[in-house]
């Protein structure tokens, strides 16, 4: 696998997180930075999610490939690999930009570790291959940024 860092445009794109639980949130707060057009499909849904969230569309039904249509990215977050699985290829079938949550494999995409502060963005990524080195690496990024006061 071999991911290119790249900025898109998803002004007036409408993105769904098919999950309820603390990765949805994860991904969720993550998005919320750069738009406000986030719905959320799950059967349940955490109160957290919820409570932080709560003015985006939360659709409390099982997944189905129709919910997909209309969507410029679909984030898979659902605690069942097979239903990730599924996700992903119906995605791909319908064009559609999708990310798997921890399977960087089935996915066309992946999320970097990202610091935003104002109208910059710094990501930081290892390919899918060392997540928690990418985080760290942001974090000293970011607390450098910091400390020069930017």
């Known amino acids: ?14 993105i769904l997180i098919i999950g309820g639980g603390s990765v949805a949130f994860q991904k969720a707060k993550i998005l ?40 410029f990215l679909v984030y898979a977050c659902s605690n069942d690999e097979n239903l990730n699985r599924k996700i992903s290829e119906d995605a791909n079938s319908l064009k559609i930009l999708v990310n798997v949550c921890d399977k960087p494999a089935l996915s066309d995409f992946i ?9 910059f963005s ?18 000293k990024i970011k607390e450098f940024l910091e400390d020069a006061g930017l």
Do not use: C, W
């Open 1 to 14: 696998m071999n991911f290119l860092p790249v900025g898109i445009n998803i002004s007036g794109k409408r």
């Open 32 to 71: 919320s930075q750069y738009t406000k057009d986030i719905d959320f499909l799950a059967k349940e849904f955490k109160e957290e999610l919820v409570r932080e969230f709560g003015e985006h569309k939360f659709i409390k039904k099982s997944y189905k490939k129709k919910y997909l249509k209309g969507y």
């Open 111 to 119: 999320s970097p570790a990202i610091y935003k502060k104002d109208h």
């Open 122 to 139: 710094i990501a930081v990524t290892s390919n899918a291959k060392d997540v928690r080195k990418s985080i760290d690496l942001r974090n």
